[in-house]
Every structure is written in C-alpha cells, then in structure tokens.
C-alpha cells in the first residue's frame, strides 16, 4: 500500500486503485476492511505523534481513496542546497549548472551538495536528472549530461520494491528495470559520443549477454569496437547478433544496426548515436539512425493524429500507465507481437480524449508517423477494414494502383509496409475485434490504441482498460478548466452537486461546463437546480453538437429486444445495484438465462458489473432507461409490473434473513402475505450479507413506490396497493441497521406512513411509525424516537398488531432507559415480555429480559442481574440460541463491569463478540468490542483497548452509526491522554 501511495502520481489513489495494487483481478472479499487496517497500522508509524482518532496528516484519507503528504520533489528539504557542476562544462567560460535544488557529488573540489533530500522517492530523482540530462543534451552540454544519467544510474542499490507483493509492485519493478537499462544505454551512447568508447566494450560486452535482444546495445558495442580500431570485433558482433534475431524472433536487423554496419563495412568510423531526444522517444530496437531513415525516404511520413483537448484533465495514472506500455519492454521478456491497447466504457466516458492524449504524448517514441481511423463502430454503418486499409496505404506513400483488392491483401501489404518501422495506429470507436483485426501491423516496433464501447475479448491485445466515469477531484477539474476556475471556487457546494447530478460522466461535465462558460449570469447552484429533477436532466444536458442522449441512443439502438427490455425495467425499478437473483425477480426470467442477458449489456457498456452478480447502471442510463420506451403510458406499466415482482422477491428473502438473524421470531407470517416466495439461508452471516447487499435496492425502491402512491397519476391507486408491502419490507431489514442508506430509508418510511394514512390502512401506519421511531433511535434522537413509538403503539394495539407492538415497547424501553428513567424502562421491557410469552416468542422474550436486566443494572442491582444472566445464558444454550447466549454474555459483562470485576467482564465481552462475529452481527459485535475496550481500559491494558476501540469505530463509521461513534472517540481521547502502559504518572 505504501509503495502504491509513494509511486503514484501525486501520491493519491482511490481504494479501488489501491485493492487493485495489492490484490489485482482476485481481491478478498473484504478488502476495503482490510484496506483501512493497513491505512491504521501505516498512520501509527508514520505519524506516531497523532493523537488517537485524530486526522493524520501524513496519510490523509480523501473522498473514496488515500493521499499520502510527503515533501515535494525539491522543495521544503533541510539540505536541499542548490549545487553547482564545476570542471563539468563542455567548452568556454563559466561551469554552473544549477538544477533546480538537486546539486551533484562528485565535481573535484566544489563541495556541492547533493539536495535529493527532498524527494522521498528515489525513482522521481532518477526520472527528473533524466530529464535534466535532456535538456543539458539539446544545450550542447553532453559532459554534464553524461554526469547526470551516471548519477541516475548509480541510485539503483538493487531490485526496487525487492519482497513486496502483488500486481503494482511487480509493474513497478518491470519499469524501472527497463527505465535503467535505458538510462544506461544514453549514459554510454554519450561516452563514444565523447570518444571514450574504448572504456565501454567490456560493459557493452556484459550488458548485450545479459539482454541478448536489445539490438541498440549491439549497435553501441559495434561503435565502441569500430571507435578503438576494432572493425574485426565489430563485424563479428554484428554477425552474432543478426544469427541471434534471425534465430529467435525470426527478423533481421534494424535499420540502426544495418546502418553501423554498413559504415564500418565501408572503412569509415560509425556516426555517434543521437542522444538529443528524451528517454521516452527511445525503444530497444532504436531503429531510426539517419542511414534507416534514409533507407525509407520512399514511404510517407503519415501525422494523422486529430487534435488533442486543450483542457484535458484526470486521468493521470491511466494516462502513464497506458504510455508506459506503449514504451519499451522488459528485455527479459522481448517483445514479439505488437504492443495493442484497448480502451473500452460507455459513452461519454471520454475513451477518445484519453486516447488522443495518450497517443500525442507518445509520438516522440513513433518517429516514422501515427495512424488513425475513425470506425465508427457505435452508429450504423461501421466502416469495413478494407477501406480503413486504403486509406492507411495511400497515407504511408503506396500509390492507389498498387493497391490490392480484398481485405487479405491489402492488411498482407499493409504488415509489410510497416515492417522494421515504428509507427502509433489509433484506432477509435471500434465494433468488435473482428473490425480490428485486420488493422493490426506485424511489426515489433508499431503499437495499436483501440477504443470501444464493448470489450474487445477476442483481440490478441497487451492489455484491456475498463474507462470508469472521472472521481469527484477530477470532474471538478473539468468544471474548472472550462468554466473558469473561479465559478466552482465561489460555490463549491454546488459545484459538487452539479458534477454528482452529470453521474461524473465526463461530456456531462463538459457540457455543464460550457454552458456555464456560455452564461456568465448563471450561478452553479442554478445550472444544479436544473439538473435536479432525472425527468429532464438529460434535455439539459446539450449545447451544440454536444449532448448525452444521443451517444446512449446508438448503443440502445443496437441492442436485442431481450437486452432492451433488461436495459428498461432495470431502469425502472431505479436500484442504485441489484443482485442476480432480484434482477431475475424483475424479468420474470430463470437465474441462468437473466444473467446471460445482463452480461450481455456489460458487454457493451450498457450496464455495469461492480462485483459477481452484482448490476446497475449508471445514473444518467438509468434516466435515459425511463425515456426508451417510447411511449409514457408502456413505460408507466413496465414500471409498475416490475416494481411489483421486485417488492414481492425482496419481501420473502427479507423476512428469511430476519429468520436467520432473530430464531424464533414469527416474523414471516407476521409481514410476508401468503403465496410470497419461499427462500433459506445456511447461517446468519450469509442472510446479513444478502440483506447488506439488497438494503440500497430496497430503500430507492419503498422511496419510489411512497412517491407514486402519494401522487396524482394514473396508476397511483395501483402503488397504494404496494404500500403495506413495502413497510414490511423495511421492518424484515431492520436487524441488519440503517447502514449508509439511513437517509434515504427515513423520508421514504414517512412517506409510507402518509400514503398508508391517504389509504385508510391504520396497520400500515402503526408499522410505518414503529420504523420511523427505531431509525430515530438507531441515529441516537431520542425525543423523535419517543414520540413516534407513542403513536406507533396506539396504532398497532388499535390494529390489533402485537408481534410489532412488542417490538414498540421494547424501543421505547431503550429511550426510557437512555435518559436515565430506569424503573419507567424496565416495566416497558416487562410489557414486551409479557406479550413475547404470548407469542411463543423466545428470542423476543430473551431480548426484552435482557434489557430489563441492563436497567436494573443501571439502577444498582447489578448482582441480582449476574444471576439471572446465569440462567438465561443456560437457557440460550439448552436450546440451541447463539444469538440470544451472545446478548446474554454481553449484559453479564455489563454486570461484571459495574461491579468493578474488569478481568471477568473483559472476558464475557470478547466471548460475545465473537458469538455475533460468527453470527454476522458486525455491528452488536462492535458494541462489545467497545465495552471490551473499557474494560482493558480499568485493568491498564491500554494499547490493546486503542486496537479493539479502533476496530469498533471503524464497523460504527461503516454502519453510520453517529452515537456509537461519539461514544468510541471519547474513549480514544482518554485512552490517549493516559500514560504509557506501565508507567507511573509524572
């Protein structure tokens, strides 16, 4: 992780950039978990000063990702001295060669500093006296250049990131391998430039044994040999390595190669190599001596390259990640194909702005031209590859009449004109591979960047990129680039809400962005306002020739009727993410034949994947999914149809998961009405994680169908007929907590709550407002979740609804409890108990009784609840009732506890935490770790209760749970505050 922080750029990455540094395409399944672990233990060393639960500002955690704050690259060092070059200086006059902070050791006599203090990472230092080396060699400096790639050089003390894990580091370690072969080879290119090439045989020697491919070192080697008189040695070598290319990758020599040696055939001494471009306009092959060039004056030079956006943002280590493949290879790992680049999202991501810019910055390293096409492969008529062969033809100088017919032929002529060469072909807007193929030159040196909106899984390709929309700092940028800076500087709160309403797609953004630009009178928050309502956020998304509906029209246009109609009742049902099974539900279709069709739209970017089984789409497709009917009143039934399936599906499974968390609760008979479909769970934890990941579906979905019954329109008789359906949906998922989704859940029960009063139905509002009082309660607002337990229990004992009234009475026995009213608490409880017995209700009758116990507890009899804690836990475990034994361990700790007996409640805490861990009760098993804390807290152990506080403070933030939150950082900050464990106070 921290090797990530270092490499990147700007020292930022998104957890989804980290988990796939550290894990690749297999991450664990709760590797964000993980992630905030490492991010913990990383702070304690790197910060060690921080205060427990203070910010860091070393690791600075960011919206969705990590900064990492380190000194910039000359800046802010101690020793940062900027140095001189003395005795260095090619030719007349004064030798300073300051470079910007970074002196060089070594010049006899001067004493310079060197000031590469100030950058953390060695490979940034490498990289910019690289760079500085290109500029001394453009100023006619080459001693001082030699100097400074010798300097580059020597900062390599072994293998980077020797022993550290996964798919980074091991990208990583490729290129700086390759980065310092190539340094190597400038710094000895300069010596024969100097004349010293003598000196630099026995290392050319061991260098071109040791990458046995690279043909520049050869050519080096040849000049060296050449340079000490050594013609002889130096045609031997050239024959050792053509027998080696030949035998090997089946090619000749380069036209580098071949130009040495025809010069040394001739009798003459070889030109020194040019060594005025940049590292990164240099291959292995380097193939473009003056004699090669020369060799290919016949052909074009083609710079087909439209221009690239002005006001490019983002995108900076995919932008460096797809230049660094378009570079040069590992030489343990030559290269035998082609390097080829596939760019793939859906539309308006911004596939052919990131390639154009990618392909601009890399034409220093594809001297012999660029290429580019645009297939349009998303409209109707994608253009055939013949054609595309043509025009690429004639570009490269071969005349029309020599021009095969037939797409064989011409890609066979089309390979053979680019043999030996190193050209950029940009291939934008591609239909499937099959359009491809046939573009695809036969030459090592020639790359290929491919953009579509489908994945292109059968193109022979050296890596496939999935283009997500931009992150919040990132559309931003876009925003600011082209409206102007100071429009989101002056609003930035809705500056950010513009971007999140444009789905952070990209052209959104820029549209956005130039409408404002457009309308100087427009204030942010208004263009924001106007984005707000998903009916007709996409007509205001167009300015000119700019709009979004028209670029998801033609990948909508393009789909099978099967895939049309997921596309649309996906859409309709307006889930944020759905699982297989729900989205089957949906379609009213097998599990199997529902995802086949749902990977289909994947495929073409028309809905994405963000974990096995999971789907959504993105928000601005799912407005467009609303509109592709065509028509408002099939639409409205589409709608209504699926929502329906959807409700009943979440409903069944809702009520097993309750099962599974809570045994023995008459739950299902309670709120699932007869005929609602059957499901099971093998354990607690896999109902959690099914109702964990179903909780957003189903709050967008009961917030919906509160909305459609509470309006005026057609069908709103039809939705009031879901409202009771939807209620018991929420109140099955209530076990599992609120989660990140509180807000949304809480204005849809209230709405509920009014449509179930519009419609006369007095059961579903005591229902709805026993939900409204326990998210009040669960959200730590006592006095809300009072008054809306009154009126649930006088609606509930009215509706003749015990199962919910008892679950009512125990709510409002928590808020007595909470204020300290415990004698008023615990005949609450009694209440509840009372009416679990009459249900037959166990774990129920468990619960209230534990609860009653921690009030009395609370009001000084804390022996007499130990005993009955005693009992009750021997009752749990004769029937077999993990859960209810885990609450009972927890309330005896609190007992234990509050009769100064640390060590026994520490003890009874952790075995409760683990009981609902292994239950999947997170958020219960965070409440004992806390109380776990305390307790390690009272016996001294303070280090390992800051290690159990912060793993509950971190399941509190996950869950949303402010309370809890308050509560643990509190502790923190005495923890914090209290001596070291084992020392005595000073």
């Given at each position: 992780?921290l090797?990530a ?6 020292r930022?990455?998104s957890s989804?950039e980290?988990i796939?540094?550290l894990w ?6 709760r ?7 490492y ?6 060393v790197?910060d060690?000063?921080?205060?427990d ?5 070393v690791l ?9 704050a ?6 802010g060092?101690?020793?940062?001295t900027?140095g001189?070059?003395d005795?260095?200086?090619?030719g ?6 300051a470079?910007?902070?970074f002196?060089l050791?070594g010049?006899?006599g001067?004493?310079?500093t060197?000031s590469g203090?100030g ?6 230092l ?5 760079a ?11 001693e001082q250049?030699r100097?400074?790639?010798r300097?580059a050089v020597d900062?390599?003390t072994g ?5 550290v894990?996964?798919?980074f580091a091991e990208?990583q370690?490729?290129?700086?391998a ?9 710094r000895i ?6 004349g010293?090439?003598a000196?630099?045989?026995p ?13 520049r070192?050869?050519?080096l ?5 050449s340079?000490s008189?050594?013609q002889?040695?130096?045609?031997a070598?050239?024959?050792?390595a053509?027998?080696l290319l ?5 090619v000749?020599?380069?036209?580098e190669?071949r130009?040495v040696?025809?010069e040394?055939l ?8 040019s060594?005025?471009a ?14 090669g ?7 074009a ?8 956006e002005?006001?490019?943002?983002g ?7 797809l230049g ?5 290879e590992p030489?343990?790992e030559?290269r035998t ?10 539309g ?7 390639a154009?810019?990618?392909?601009h910055r ?13 297939l349009?492969?998303t409209?109707?008529?994608p253009?055939?590859p013949q054609a595309?062969?043509?025009d690429?033809?004639q570009?490269?100088?071969?005349p ?6 037939g797409t064989?032929a011409?890609a066979?002529?089309f390979?053979t004109?680019?043999?030996g060469r190193?050209?950029?072909i940009?291939l934008?807007?591609?239909a499937n591979?099959a359009?491809?193929?046939p573009l695809?030159?036969g030459?090592?040196?020639c790359?290929?960047?491919?953009t ?5 899984v059968?193109l022979?390709?050296?890596a496939q990129?999935?283009?997500?929309v931009?992150d919040?700092d990132e ?5 600011g680039?082209?409206a102007?800076p100071?429009r ?7 500056a950010?809400?513009l971007?999140?309403?444009c789905g952070?797609?990209?052209l959104?953004?820029r549209?956005?962005?130039a409408?404002?630009a ?9 263009l924001?306002?106007?984005l707000?309502?998903e009916?007709?956020r996409?007509r205001e998304l167009r ?8 670029a ?6 393009q789909?099978?009727a099967?895939?049309?109609?997921a596309?649309r009742l996906?859409?309709?049902v ?10 089957a ?21 028309m809905?994405?994947s963000?974990a ?13 999914a609303?509109?592709a009917a065509?028509?408002?009143e099939r ?5 209504l ?8 599906f979440?409903l ?8 599974a968390a809570?045994?023995g ?5 309670t ?5 609602v479909?059957d ?22 979905l ?14 709103a008789?039809?939705y009031r007929?879901l ?5 018991n949906l929420?109140i ?5 907590g609120p989660?990140?989704w509180e ?5 849809a029960v ?6 179930a009063e519009?419609?006369?139905?007095v059961r579903?509002?005591?229902r709805?407002w026993f ?5 009040a309660?669960?959200?730590g607002?006592?006095?809300e ?7 649930a ?5 009215l509706a003749?609804d ?8 125990n709510?409002?026995?928590?808020v007595?409890?909470g204020?300290?009213?415990y004698?008023e ?5 009694g ?6 017995r009459e ?7 468990t619960?209230?009784?534990l ?7 609370r009001?000084g009899?804390?022996?007499d609840?130990?005993?009955d804690c005693d009992a009750l836990?021997?009752s749990?475990r004769?029937?077999?009732d993990a ?10 700790g ?7 007996r640390?060590?026994e ?7 409760a935490a683990?009981g ?9 098993a965070?409440r004992?770790?806390f109380q776990?804390?305390k307790?390690?807290h009272a016996?001294g152990?303070d280090?390992l209760a ?10 509190f ?14 502790l923190?900050a005495e ?5 070291v464990?084992?020392a005595a106070p000073?």
């Amino acid at each position: 992780m921290l090797a990530a922080l270092l490499l990147l750029p700007g020292r930022t990455a998104s957890s989804a950039e980290l988990i796939d540094a550290l894990w690749g395409e297999d991450p664990p399944s709760r590797a964000r978990s993980i992630l905030r672990t490492y991010a913990w233990r990383w702070r304690r060393v790197l910060d060690p000063d921080a205060a427990d639960g203070a910010a860091s500002e070393v690791l600075v955690s960011l919206a969705g990702g990590y900064r990492l704050a380190l000194p910039p690259l000359g800046g802010g060092s101690a020793g940062g001295t900027r140095g001189t070059m003395d005795g260095l200086a090619d030719g007349e006059g004064p030798s300073p060669a300051a470079l910007n902070g970074f002196g060089l050791v070594g010049a006899a006599g001067t004493g310079a500093t060197d000031s590469g203090d100030g950058a953390p990472v060695d490979a940034e230092l490498a990289e910019y006296w690289a760079a500085q080396a290109d500029r001394a060699s453009a100023e006619g400096r080459p001693e001082q250049a030699r100097e400074l790639l010798r300097r580059a050089v020597d900062l390599w003390t072994g293998v980077p990131l020797a022993g550290v894990p996964g798919p980074f580091a091991e990208r990583q370690r490729r290129r700086f391998a390759e980065l310092r072969l190539s340094l190597l080879e400038r710094r000895i290119a300069l010596d024969v430039e100097l004349g010293r090439g003598a000196s630099c045989v026995p290392e050319l020697r061991a260098l071109s044994d040791e990458h046995p491919l690279r043909e520049r070192l050869y050519a080096l080697l040849m000049r060296s040999l050449s340079q000490s008189g050594r013609q002889a040695d130096a045609l031997a070598a050239f024959t050792s390595a053509r027998r080696l290319l030949i035998g090997e990758l089946g090619v000749e020599p380069g036209a580098e190669l071949r130009a040495v040696h025809a010069e040394v055939l001739a009798g003459g001494a070889p030109s020194p190599a040019s060594n005025s471009a940049p590292m990164s306009a240099r291959g292995p092959s380097a193939r473009h001596a003056a004699a090669g060039r020369a060799e290919k004056a016949a052909f074009a030079r083609p710079a087909q390259l439209p221009p690239a956006e002005p006001d490019f943002v983002g995108r900076a280590a995919l932008a460096d990640r797809l230049g660094a493949e378009l570079g040069t290879e590992p030489a343990a790992e030559p290269r035998t194909t082609p390097t080829v680049l596939a760019v793939a999202g859906m539309g308006g991501v911004g596939k052919s702005t990131l390639a154009l810019h990618v392909a601009h910055r890399a034409r220093p390293g594809f001297p012999d031209g660029q290429l580019y096409a645009d297939l349009r492969g998303t409209g109707g008529s994608p253009v055939p590859p013949q054609a595309v062969l043509e025009d690429f033809l004639q570009a490269l100088g071969v005349p029309a009449k020599e021009i095969p017919e037939g797409t064989a032929a011409r890609a066979s002529l089309f390979r053979t004109v680019l043999d030996g060469r190193r050209l950029l072909i940009v291939l934008d807007d591609a239909a499937n591979a099959a359009q491809v193929r046939p573009l695809l030159p036969g030459s090592t040196g020639c790359a290929v960047l491919v953009t579509s909106r489908a994945r292109l899984v059968a193109l022979p390709k050296s890596a496939q990129v999935w283009l997500d929309v931009f992150d919040d700092d990132e559309a931003l940028g876009l925003l600011g680039r082209v409206a102007g800076p100071e429009r989101p500087q002056a609003e930035p709160e809705a500056a950010r809400a513009l971007v999140q309403a444009c789905g952070r797609l990209p052209l959104a953004v820029r549209i956005v962005a130039a409408r404002l630009a457009a309308r100087p009178a427009w204030t942010v928050a208004s263009l924001a306002g106007r984005l707000a309502d998903e009916r007709s956020r996409l007509r205001e998304l167009r300015i000119g020739e700019l709009a979004v509906a028209p670029a998801f029209e033609v990948g909508y246009q393009q789909l099978t009727a099967a895939q049309a109609t997921a596309f649309r009742l996906l859409g309709a049902v307006e889930a944020a993410e759905i699982g297989l099974s729900a989205a089957a539900a949906v379609l009213a279709l097998p599990v199997a034949e529902t995802e086949a069709v749902l990977e289909s739209l994947v495929d073409v970017a028309m809905l994405e994947s963000p974990a096995e089984h999971r789907y959504r789409h993105h928000g601005l497709l799912r407005d467009f999914a609303h509109g592709a009917a065509g028509n408002a009143e099939r639409a409205a039934a589409e709608g209504l149809a699926a929502r329906s399936r959807l409700t009943g599906f979440l409903l069944a499974g809702a009520c097993a998961a309750f099962e599974a968390a809570v045994p023995g609760d008459p739950i299902r008979e309670t709120l699932a009405p007869p005929g609602v479909g059957d499901f099971a769970f093998d354990s607690p934890a896999a109902a959690r994680d099914w109702a964990r990941g179903e909780a957003a579906t189903a709050a967008e979905l009961t917030a919906r169908i509160a909305a459609e019954a509470l309006g005026t329109g057609p069908q709103a008789a039809q939705y009031r007929d879901l409202v009771a359906a939807s209620i018991n949906l929420l109140i099955a998922m209530s076990p599992f907590g609120p989660g990140p989704w509180e807000r949304k859940t809480t204005t849809a029960v209230r709405e509920l709550a009014r449509a179930a009063e519009r419609a006369g139905d007095v059961r579903g509002q005591g229902r709805a407002w026993f939900l409204a009082g326990n998210a009040a309660l669960a959200a730590g607002r006592p006095d809300e979740a009072s008054q809306h337990g009154r009126w649930a229990l006088e609606l509930c004992t009215l509706a003749e609804d015990p199962v919910i009234a008892r679950q009512v009475l125990n709510d409002l026995g928590v808020v007595a409890h909470g204020r300290g009213a415990y004698d008023e608490a615990a005949d609450l409880f009694g209440q509840a108990v009372t009416l679990a017995r009459e249900l037959g209700h166990r774990s129920g009758e468990t619960s209230s009784l534990l609860n009653m116990a921690v009030s009395r507890l609370r009001a000084g009899r804390a022996a007499d609840v130990l005993a009955d804690c005693d009992a009750l836990l021997a009752s749990a475990r004769e029937r077999g009732d993990a859960a209810s034994a885990a609450q009972t361990r927890y309330v005896s700790g609190l007992a234990l506890a509050a009769l100064e007996r640390p060590a026994e409640a520490a003890e009874r805490f952790d075995t409760a935490a683990e009981g609902w861990g292994a239950l999947g009760a997170l958020d219960r098993a965070a409440r004992a770790r806390f109380q776990l804390a305390k307790a390690l807290h009272a016996l001294g152990a303070d280090a390992l209760a800051r290690d159990h506080a912060h793993a509950a403070l971190a399941e509190f933030e996950a869950e949303g749970r402010a309370a809890d939150q308050r509560a643990v950082r509190a502790l923190l900050a005495e923890l914090a505050a209290a001596p070291v464990d084992g020392a005595a106070p000073g």
